[in-house]
């Protein structure tokens, strides 16, 4: 178990929920296990004086025909019920684990087989399916918990294969497939580790099912036979003697309500506080809607920013991300500073873990509940976004921020059609009627360049391309009238042909409304095609600020004349390498004391390593934070780093 | 130094004919670079090849064998395109590398060959004990690729293994890729969409459209006097093509 899965148990039993079905389910067991032998005696002891008698201070749950205390014997009893509910869940477990995995160990004509088998037997009510193995093994306990367990396996068996074949989908089993590992070693290793979790918490559920189940056919006589009692059994005692003493079937009954519930509740809460992530491992930050992590609504900070002028559409200072880690929590983003205006296109380039995505969380809030974000100012159209969950902010990120990521393919609900999908968003944030959402997401779709909106908005996300799902995901941000679309690497899992299609679409897009467009790229050919002005990020920091013009020739740091260097062009010189840029990129949980590129930097002098240089305005007009800027020499070979004299 | 051929392979899906009758020549020690839009069937190509779909025509051909698909050594090894789904988030980046030596080192042989493998590929050794989670995507498709060479293949199958890296690390991959394949004498089936990068890896270039190729040769070729209209579209949508244009006017 790894960190994170730690994190998430602990997470569950910090709700109350988790909290009371954790504590309940512990007393249960803990009276299966300790319980029988204190009582052991009183549960037995025959008082021919008191029998069938009502509760009293003595027996509060009154006696039976032998005078035998009740309260006891229900308590007695916990051990045979849950031993027997937990045996039989075992059971269930076993088999359908077997079955579940034995499409995926058996190969495919085998396997549909044992599929097929399995579809048949769910068809079948468990109840029916649990008399019917009742009667095969026999009346008695060993029969009972044999017919339970097996009546349960079909669904659970179920489960394990719509889970694998979720997880054997992924590359990283068909990698271990190409690298010749077998196949029961990829289930123990690969399948069965990334499904422990939903099937643990469907167990737990199924513990409290079966449960019950075990008192029902111990109450029809099927189950545990006497002298032996559970609490089915027990019950079954006490609704013939019901008129007598109510309380001779009340107590068992509590009894098994009491510890089905909590088995249940406990499962049900561990599901919650997994989330979906678990079930499905779609990283969190793929939710399109920022509105969506809704929380407590606190007052709205409404007031329109002092002194930004009024055309800032995006104004960000100074701003951090940091993450608790084991050793003191790393900065990923350290002290970003910079403005976007109505209608301007600004590109961030930069290293991959340069913390490029992460400032594009922080700027929708979509950083993951661990991380922390800090700034000294971070406003969208003069709100402030830093504070609160307010309704108000919410409807701005909704309507006035549009995001768009890099897997199409996960930023979509599969199982619903695209267009009611971006209906939605309206629906949420505007409070249009169904028809009048569903008419604007044929429009907007058809705003995107989708050709036949009508019909395809009828359609579901795998119908559509990856490049119409990346142009649908641009038109849910265009469901409102965004002021800003957010695009992290919108093109990097598209062809060229399509890139150029979305490229051409978001620049359309910006021009014919004004919109401002942040696009994340590592690639500085693709920015360099639609931005005005582009960030160039290192290690946390923007290090330059420069117009895209002058990216080529009028780049003033060191790293961004690297980076642009680096990227492969259709003239690039075949008979020697690439230019790359030696080293790492800095970790960010290992920062050094000065210029974070001053291990890869070839104009490094002693002042770089022991200063951190402050991103400010270079003679020339633009932003750098170097202590050697300037421009490009034109041969890069001849300059001595030692010669260059300090710029301030 | 090994050759992988197709001869007229088809690959279906139900009723979709995702490869159709390709007919493909891998040469030994050199690198085949094939290009093509999502969904032409490249990937498709290159799972029949490692044995991850079955094909429904045509034969694939190591060196004039049949590939051999089963058994602990795979003389094919495959990098993934997508970073965030080929790598176990359960398993740490040596666990996942490890699994792909072959066997017969002991624990410390492993363990150093593990180093030597993340140095190859620009990581710290010391992050063997990383998960998935903790790297940034750049950084996974780093571990990927050291996993396919961990395997010592004799062709490499590459698909799309840059399109998610950056730049920087692009430039050092496409250079390592070149190292590798002169000295070790890997052929290597390079796929990307990406024409700037298939320029610089492949000496010989294949064009892909709908399940079947429309244009192959020698690279020098088919990217000075592109012969078929989907080629020359593809030219024209290379990034950066349009910038230097602009800049000259
Ligand atoms: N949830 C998280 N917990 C801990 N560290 C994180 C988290 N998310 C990101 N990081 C770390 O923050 C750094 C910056 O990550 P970020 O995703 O912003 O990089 P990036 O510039 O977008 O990179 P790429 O080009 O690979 O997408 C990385 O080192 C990453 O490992
Ligand atoms: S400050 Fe020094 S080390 Fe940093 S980029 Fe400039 S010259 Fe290089
Ligand atoms: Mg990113």
Known sequence: MNRRTAHRWLRVLRTPMGRTAAALVLVVLVLAVVGPAPWNARADAVDTANILAG???????????????????????????????????????????????????????????????????????????????????????????????????????????????????????????????????????????????????????????????????????????????????????????????????????????????????????????????????????????????????????????????????????????????????????????????????????????????????????????????????????????????????????????????????????????????????SRHHHGLGRRAAFARAVDRLRAVRITDPDRRARQYPHEFSGGMRQRAMIGMGLMGSPALIVADEPTTALDVTVQRQVLDLLTAIRTSDAVALLLISHDVAVVSEVCDRVLVMYAGRIVEDLPTDRLTTGALHPYTRALTAAVPRMDSPLDRPLPVIPGRPVDPADVPPGCAYAARCPLASQRCRDEDPPLARHPSGHRVACWHARPEPAHAEAVRPASVVEAS | MSELLFEDVTVRYGRLTAVDGVTLR???????????????????????????????????????????????????????????????????????????????????????????????????????????????????????????????????IADEITSALDVSIQGAILNLVRELQRELGLSILFISHNLAVVRYVADHVAIMLRGRVVEQGPAARVLSEPGHEYTRALLDAVPGHRLTARSAT
């Not at chain 1, 990829?186 to 019950?212: F, K, M, Q, W, Y």
């Not at chain 2, 029949?48 to 058994?71: F, K, S, T, Y």
């Open chain 1, 55 to 425: 509760p009293s201070a003595q027996h509060w749950a009154g006696t039976d025909n032998l005078g035998r205390d009740i309260a006891f014997r229900v308590l007695e009893a916990t051990r045979l019920s849950v031993g027997l509910a937990l045996a039989a869940t075992a059971i269930g477990v076993v088999a359908g684990l077997l079955l579940g995995t034995a499409p995926w160990l058996l190969g495919r004509r085998l396997g549909r087989l044992v599929t097929g088998a399995v579809q048949i037997a769910i068809a079948f009510p468990g109840l029916l399916l649990a008399l019917f193995f009742a009667v095969v093994f026999g009346v008695g306990a060993t029969g009972a918990a044999l017919a339970i367990g097996l009546a349960g396996a079909p669904t659970f068996a179920r489960l394990v294969q719509t889970l694998l074949a979720g997880v054997a989908a992924r590359d990283f089993v068909a990698a271990a497939r190409i690298a010749g590992v077998g196949r029961l070693r990829i289930l123990v290793r690969h399948l069965l580790p990334n499904i422990a979790e939903p099937l643990v918490v469907n167990a737990t559920i199924g513990a409290g099912g079966a449960l019950l189940a075990f008192a029902g056919l111990s109450f029809l006589g099927l189950g545990v036979q006497a002298p032996s009692y559970d609490w089915g059994r027990l019950l079954y005692d006490g609704i013939g003697v019901l008129y007598v003493n109510p309380a001779a079937a009340i107590a068992p009954a509590l009894a098994v309500l009491v510890a089905g519930l909590a088995l249940n509740l406990l499962g049900e809460s561990v599901a919650k506080g997994f989330g979906m992530d678990a079930l499905v491992g779609l990283p969190a930050s793929a939710s399109p809607s920022p509105a969506a992590a809704a929380g407590p609504a606190q007052p709205a900070a409404e007031r329109p920013a002092d002194d930004a002028p009024d055309d800032v559409v995006l104004d960000v200072r100074d701003l951090t991300v940091s993450f608790p880690a084991a050793a003191g929590p790393i900065r990923p983003v350290r002290g970003v500073t910079f403005s976007i205006r109505r209608g301007e296109a600004v590109g961030v380039v930069g290293e991959s873990g340069s913390g490029k995505s992460l400032t594009a969380l922080a700027v929708s809030r979509l950083v993951d509940a661990a991380g922390r974000v800090d700034a000294d100012r971070l406003h969208l159209l003069g709100t402030d976004l830093r504070e609160g969950d307010s309704a108000a902010q919410r409807r701005l990120l909704g309507s006035s921020l549009a995001m768009v990521f890099q897997d199409p393919a996960s930023s979509f609900n599969p199982t619903q059609r695209i267009g009611r999908q971006l209906a939605e968003t």
């Open chain 2, 26 to 156: 891998v040469p030994a020690g050199g690198v085949l670079g094939l290009v093509g839009e999502s969904g032409s069937g490249k990937s498709t190509l290159a799972r029949a090849a490692v044995g991850l779909v079955p094909p429904a025509g045509g034969r694939i051909l190591l060196d004039g064998e049949p590939v051999r698909a089963h058994g602990r050594h795979r003389p094919l090894q495959m990098v993934f395109q997508d970073p965030y789904s080929s790598l176990d988030p359960r398993m740490t980046i040596g666990e996942t590398i490890t699994e792909a030596i072959p066997p017969g080192m002991s624990r410390a042989q492993r363990r150093t060959e593990v180093a030597r493998l993340l140095e190859l590929v620009h990581l710290d050794p010391g992050r063997a004990s990383a998960y998935p989670g903790q790297l940034s995507g750049g950084q996974r498709q780093r571990v990927a690729l050291a996993r396919a060479i961990a395997g010592r293949p004799r062709v490499v």
